[in-house]
């Protein structure tokens, strides 16, 4: 609970109206009430704003004539109202010390104020940092050092060897350091041989990964995800990758091995890559995209084809089986008349 003029000191925003309004809940404009704050940055949502029965709205500078309530007068409202969900509703660990049930080795360290919750299996060597919370059925691998102020939710895995920094959250479901999909082919058998995968996991600061995401040990050496990576649900990042600072990436999405992506990327939802390529930094790429080569300037980038009428797909899927002779045969009559 904050005045919105306590708000207002902490997001460095312009205050107007009372400043010793209450606030206690974050909503949507269509369906606050007293103590709720909203904010207004989709112009789909401008009927709203003049109905609203918010404490306040979260504006932005270009639309502040039109704020008819108390509010936060600010750049990016969209920003400002994440700030403020995280002061309303923080991630802070109120429980210390280990259940019962949870089995801890004894060489192992779990600072005091660490929370270890129920059924967990903490091993030889791992390290848990203060003001983390290992939440319930979580496995914590051998010689895994965690930082301060990490949050995993529960039902969360990091294999051995694992290095994870501070503030980091692991939502359920989430695999770290599991093996990287190394096999050799034998020529005369056509047998499928294990390459041990001899790497750990390295992720920085200020990492949050979505639930049943996995990412892969390295090969040899370390799979890499920077300071301030947010990873969605269901995303796979195999051996080797390493994931730039401040890069995000929606769900669905597909890293093969060894691909290197850069800082401040925004990849969507559905996207895959091959392996052994590399993604400059500030790169977009929309959603079902494929990434078949490396991508060498900054920019946005698209693939595969946006949805249509079916009737009109299957002509253009005809066509599209067909571009190859067209294309031969336009080469000829180019040859013959230019």
């Known amino acids: ?31 606050a009430g007293a103590g709720d704050i909203a904010f207004f940055s989709n112009p789909r949502y401008r009927k709203y704003l003049n109905t609203t029965a918010a404490s306040a709205v979260i504006i932005s500078v270009n639309e502040r004539k039109v704020l008819n309530t108390n509010g936060l007068v600010v750049q990016n409202p969209y920003v400002v109202y994440a700030r403020i969900a995280g002061l309303l509703h923080p ?118 990964i979505g639930a049943n995401t996995t990412v892969d040990r390295g090969a040899i050496e370390d799979t890499v995800i920077d300071d301030g990576v947010k990873l969605d649900n269901l995303i796979q990042v195999a051996h080797n990758v390493c994931i730039g600072a401040h890069t995000v990436i ?42 078949t080569r490396s991508i060498t300037k900054a920019g946005t980038y698209s693939s595969g084809m946006p949805m249509m009428e079916h009737k009109q797909w299957r002509r253009n899927s005809v066509r599209y089986k067909q571009l190859d002779e067209i294309a031969r045969r336009l080469k000829t009559l180019e040859d013959k008349y230019l």
């Open 1 to 31: 609970m904050y005045t919105l003029g306590e708000l207002a000191k902490r997001v460095d925003a312009e205050l107007v109206g009372d400043a010793n309004c209450v606030i206690e809940r974050l909503a949507t404009l269509k369906n």
């Open 250 to 291: 929606a769900a669905l999405t597909g890293v093969a091995g060894s691909v290197k992506i850069g800082k401040h990327c925004t990849i969507a939802g559905q996207v895959g890559f091959v392996g052994h390529i590399e993604i400059v930094d500030n790169v977009v790429i929309t959603g079902k995209s494929l990434i």
């Open 91 to 208: 991630n802070v660990v109120t429980e210390q010390g280990i259940h019962h049930s949870s089995i801890i080795d004894g060489s192992s360290q779990v600072d005091p104020t660490a929370y270890v919750g129920p059924n967990c299996v903490i091993g030889a060597g791992a390290v848990i940092g203060a003001n983390s919370y290992i939440g319930s059925a979580s496995i914590i691998g051998k010689n895994v050092c965690i930082g301060e102020q990490a949050y995993f939710f529960g039902n969360v895995t990091v294999c051995s060897d694992v290095v994870i920094g501070d503030r980091v959250i692991l939502h359920p479901g989430v695999v770290i350091g599991a093996d990287g999909f190394g096999l050799a082919q034998e020529e005369e058998e056509g047998r499928w041989l294990k390459i041990p995968q001899l790497g750990a996991v390295r992720i920085g600061n200020d990492v949050e």
